[in-house]
């Protein structure tokens, strides 16, 4: 495997469902983002991850919960989430610790359907 | 409020003509700018980036010039290939953590 994978592709949940995204970087990367894409939305910055430790949480509604246990894996956790949560969630990771200047690449996102 | 905005949300260009895409910004603090390109099903792909101290910047067929002062910045593609269709974000860097990502100009090469 190369670059940053997600699973799964696609996942339908209903409200009271409980369901985890994870991401896998194998690129040697110390930084982990967790991206949202509403249609016709620019993609929205959820939490930033370096070195494992949050560092940007931007007011993201407590039905997502975030998970780093190393710097290649990444997990968003889904919890009694709405319809309106429904959206492409995307991975990427940057070499970090996230600063300047860096590029970040990205997985293929997760399709959400919330019912 | 939006900080970076590509206010084409879609562009036709005839194969082996130029495309030009477009992206405004308005927070004089970003530093650091690239282009992405997403294909359906995929994750946004890196393309090309440039620094404020730059004012263009060249690879391939690609290339990305800024304006500062009128905080402006295009991608332009020569010659266009149909493999160019998809959808382009512009994306900035303050001096934080955060890029900030445009709403994206799908663009479709004619054959």
């Known amino acids: 495997e190369t670059g940053v994978t997600q699973t799964p592709r696609h996942l339908v949940m209903g409200m009271t469902n409980k369901k985890s995204l994870k991401c896998e970087q194998h690129l040697g990367h110390n930084a982990m983002y967790w991206y949202k894409q509403s249609a016709k939305k620019p993609l929205e910055l959820m939490f930033v991850y370096s070195l494992e430790e949050r560092v940007e949480n931007n007011s993201v509604p407590s039905r997502f919960s975030p998970e780093c246990p190393n710097s290649s894996h990444l997990f968003l956790h889904l919890h009694t989430l709405q319809p309106e949560d429904s959206a492409l969630y995307l991975c990427a990771s940057s070499q970090g ?7 970040q690449y990205f997985g293929p996102g997760t399709r959400l359907l919330v019912l | 409020d939006q900080q970076v905005k590509q206010n084409s949300p879609s562009l036709s260009v005839q194969e082996g003509r130029i495309s030009i895409l477009n992206c405004d910004y308005t927070n004089s603090m970003f530093d650091y700018f690239l282009w992405y390109k997403k294909y359906p099903a995929e994750g946004p792909t890196f393309l090309i980036s440039i620094s404020s101290i730059k ?57």
């Open chain 2, 55 to 111: 004012d263009k910047n060249e690879d391939g067929r690609f290339t990305v010039f800024l304006n500062k002062s009128a905080k402006h910045l295009s991608l332009h593609i020569v010659p266009s290939q149909p493999g160019d269709s998809a959808v382009y974000f512009c994306a900035a860097d303050d001096t934080g953590n955060q890029f900030y990502f445009g709403t994206g100009t799908s663009l479709t090469v004619i054959p």
């Open chain 1, 97 to 103: 610790p996230s600063g300047r200047q860096e590029t």
